[in-house]
């Protein structure tokens, strides 16, 4: 084979070597930590014993170490079959591979000068077969699974035999006499039972108890390998040299052939594969585990988790709790209570470590020593919430209504500079932000037709010491054509209509919603109450709706999407017309500014 490919192949032999070893030293490092484990947490695995059969394909890639020339032998398809038995992390197996190496002639056929005949030589003939490896082997298994057994990691050795056949090959030329001449032979193998060894690391991933899929790599070494000998050589051939920049070639010495008996030597190969996993035999059930470890005068030993606020000492239910060994691994997890409370029953005493989260953030952990449980008594451990953020707790509703809004995009936005987060509320309308102490924030809503409440938040009027949660409701209002949505606080001095510093905070929450809702044009009016003469009313609402108008194209919103309307006093919303006695708050109730989106047939 060429050198370039020989060296590649001899690089990923020896790391595919390197990963093997160290993997087998990891998993038996796993295999006695897991010892440690006390008797009872064992117990509730879910790993059992039995057969496993791996049927599988894939892509052998060899080496020959021959070293004879014009003679190739190259990568080609495999087939293997193993059964293995399992008791938990250790098995033992066999298997069976059939793998074919296609043989390739690189003898120059092109342009062969022949001295003896002065001619070149035409009409080449080329037989030759392919190598078939037949091995079988068994030996030891070394996996780690997944706690739900559904994924596993195997590490396998395999000593066994190998038949080798095949490989022979015959090239021959007929020069211009029309003599036929042989260029190149090689006799192949007729090997049986030869030692050979493998090695590989598969994974395996089952979906259901019994079904799943394999895929892995190997190294496989055939040894004393050696070719047929009938009494000719191993491989005989013309050397032929390159004459000139013609490409020509011509024999180096015609009737010599160079002939080379080949010693034993080794075959050996990397090669991947994938396939079907099958697990035999019943698996015990959940209930039937219960069973057997049932034990009436066993004690009982349990462990209660409760995560508190460091600062405010409130319980924080919602804490999703993680408890894992001395390894790393998980023993279990949970979600407090709304007491903030969570009790592992029946666990093995360990030291374990206890961590939390809560929407996001990390609490400080905590331990158990094996020491601290107590028969049939609850240990109590406590997390805590350390961090000084407050936690917005928020809720989506439709105006007027307890009705949640669902698939709300929420903005959190910073007032002293152009950063702003970002969630989506839940099916019951709820969301969550974090807030800094000290900040001062702006938040809403973006919905398809709704038109959302901006609530103005100052950190700064809450206490972290003794506040955590800050509880909002987000009022958002469907924003149906023709229907008429009263702008709140929009108020104008005394015959004037200049918009007001209080008045330009609902004003910018129409700039957002049209901002949000680039298609949509509103009708934005102006009302008063009945007293004034009607002309004098007419006026003045116009020039305020005109007002109102001018202040919402001020903040980049084009003109033509907002036609002002000044109704004056022709829809109060009451009796209180002309020579009607009304209080003051029923007059108010009369004087407002409203907008409305404009339907698009009458746009």
């Given at each position: 084979m060429k050198r370039t490919s020989t060296t590649f192949k001899n690089f990923l032999v020896r790391k595919l070597f390197y990963v093997y070893c160290c993997s087998l030293a990891l998993l038996f490092h796993q295999s006695t930590s897991a010892q440690q484990i006390p008797t009872q947490l064992k117990s509730s695995k879910i790993l059992k014993n039995g057969f496993q059969i791996d049927p599988y394909v894939g892509f052998d890639f060899p080496t020959y170490d021959h070293d004879l020339p014009y003679i190739e032998h190259g990568s080609g398809p495999s087939f293997g079959l193993s059964v293995n038995y399992y008791w938990n992390w250790f098995g033992i197996g066999g298997e069976v591979d059939y793998i074919i190496n296609r043989?390739?002639?690189?003898?120059?056929?092109?342009?062969?000068?022949?001295p003896s005949s002065a001619g070149y030589m035409t009409d080449f003939s080329l037989q030759k077969k392919n190598v078939s490896r037949l091995f079988y082997g068994i030996g030891p298994i070394f996996r780690y699974a997944s706690p739900n057994d559904k994924l596993a990691v195997e590490f396998t050795g395999r000593g066994g035999m190998s038949i080798i056949k095949g490989g022979?090959?015959?090239?021959?030329?007929?020069?211009?006499?029309?003599?036929?001449?042989?260029?190149?032979?090689?006799?192949?193998?007729?090997?049986?039972?030869?030692?050979?060894?493998?090695?590989?690391?598969k994974m395996k991933y089952f979906f259901n108890d019994y079904i799943g899929v394999n895929f892995g790599a190997y190294y496989m070494q055939h040894f004393n390998a050696?070719?047929?000998?009938?009494?000719?050589?191993?491989?005989?051939y013309y050397k032929p040299f390159e004459q000139g920049d013609n490409g020509r070639y011509q024999f180096a010495q015609k009737g010599a052939m160079v002939r080379e008996n080949c010693c034993n030597h080794g075959i050996r190969s990397i090669g991947v594969y994938a396939g079907v996993a099958l697990r035999l035999g019943k698996r015990i059930k959940p209930q039937q585990e219960e069973?057997?470890?049932?034990?009436?005068?066993?004690?009982?030993?349990?462990?209660?988790?409760?995560?508190?606020?460091?600062?405010?000492?409130?319980?924080?239910?919602?804490?999703?709790?993680?408890?894992?060994?001395?390894?790393g691994a998980v023993v279990r997890t949970g979600k407090t209570n709304s007491f903030g409370v969570l009790v592992f029953n029946d666990i093995a005493p360990g030291n374990y470590k206890v961590s939390g989260k809560?929407?996001?953030?990390?609490?400080?952990?905590?331990?158990?020593?094996?020491?601290?449980?107590?028969?049939?008594?609850?240990?109590q451990k406590e997390i805590l919430y350390t961090d000084r953020n407050f936690i917005i707790k928020g809720n989506a509703v439709?105006?007027?209504?307890?009705?949640?809004?669902?698939?709300?995009?929420?903005?959190?936005?910073?007032?002293?500079?152009?950063?702003?987060?970002?969630?989506?509320?839940?099916?019951?309308?709820?969301?969550?932000?974090?807030l800094k102490e000290n900040s001062a924030?702006?938040?809403?809503?973006?919905?398809?037709?709704?038109?959302?409440?901006?609530?103005?938040?100052?950190?700064?009027?809450?206490?972290?010491?003794?506040?955590?949660?800050?509880?909002?409701?987000?009022?958002?209002?469907?924003?149906?054509?023709?229907?008429?949505?009263?702008?709140?606080?929009?108020?104008?001095?005394?015959?004037?209509?200049?918009?007001?510093?209080?008045?330009?905070?609902?004003?910018?929450?129409?700039?957002?919603?049209?901002?949000?809702?680039?298609?949509?044009?509103?009708?934005?009016?102006?009302?008063?109450?009945?007293?004034?003469?009607?002309?004098?009313?007419?006026?003045?609402?116009?020039?305020?709706?005109?007002?109102?108008?001018?202040?919402?194209?001020?903040?980049?919103?084009?003109?033509?999407?907002?036609?002002?309307?000044?109704?004056?006093?022709?829809?109060?919303?009451?009796?209180?017309?002309?020579?009607?006695?009304?209080?003051?708050?029923?007059?108010?109730?009369?004087?407002?500014?409203?907008?409305?989106?404009?339907?698009?047939?009458?746009q």
């Open positions: 043989t390739r002639n690189t003898y120059p056929t092109d342009s062969i000068f022949d022979e090959l015959t090239l021959e030329g007929t020069n211009s006499l029309l003599q036929p001449e042989l260029l190149n032979y090689f006799s192949g193998y007729d090997l049986k039972n030869i030692w050979s060894a493998k090695a590989d690391i050696h070719a047929i000998h009938d009494g000719l050589p191993y491989n005989a069973k057997v470890e049932e034990c009436k005068t066993c004690d009982i030993f349990n462990l209660a988790i409760t995560a508190k606020d460091q600062y405010t000492g409130e319980l924080l239910p919602e804490t999703d709790v993680l408890l894992t060994d001395i390894t809560l929407f996001g953030t990390d609490l400080n952990t905590n331990t158990t020593a094996v020491d601290e449980y107590k028969p049939n008594q609850t240990l439709v105006c007027n209504t307890q009705i949640p809004l669902s698939d709300v995009q929420v903005l959190l936005r910073e007032v002293s500079r152009a950063a702003e987060k970002t969630t989506v509320s839940d099916a019951q309308g709820n969301f969550i932000f974090h924030m702006q938040l809403y809503g973006k919905k398809q037709s709704y038109f959302s409440q901006i609530i103005d938040i100052d950190a700064s009027n809450y206490d972290r010491d003794n506040t955590l949660f800050v509880k909002l409701e987000v009022c958002m209002e469907a924003t149906d054509c023709d229907k008429a949505i009263r702008l709140q606080n929009i108020h104008y001095d005394l015959d004037k209509y200049f918009i007001r510093e209080d008045a330009k905070t609902e004003l910018n929450r129409l700039v957002q919603f049209m901002s949000d809702n680039p298609l949509v044009k509103v009708e934005l009016s102006s009302h008063t109450d009945s007293r004034a003469t009607h002309d004098y009313n007419q006026r003045l609402s116009q020039n305020r709706a005109n007002a109102a108008k001018d202040y919402i194209v001020s903040k980049g919103i084009p003109a033509e999407r907002i036609v002002a309307i000044g109704y004056g006093e022709t829809k109060l919303l009451n009796r209180c017309a002309d020579g009607v006695n009304c209080s003051e708050e029923d007059h108010q109730l009369n004087r407002r500014t409203e907008m409305k989106v404009i339907c698009p047939d009458k």
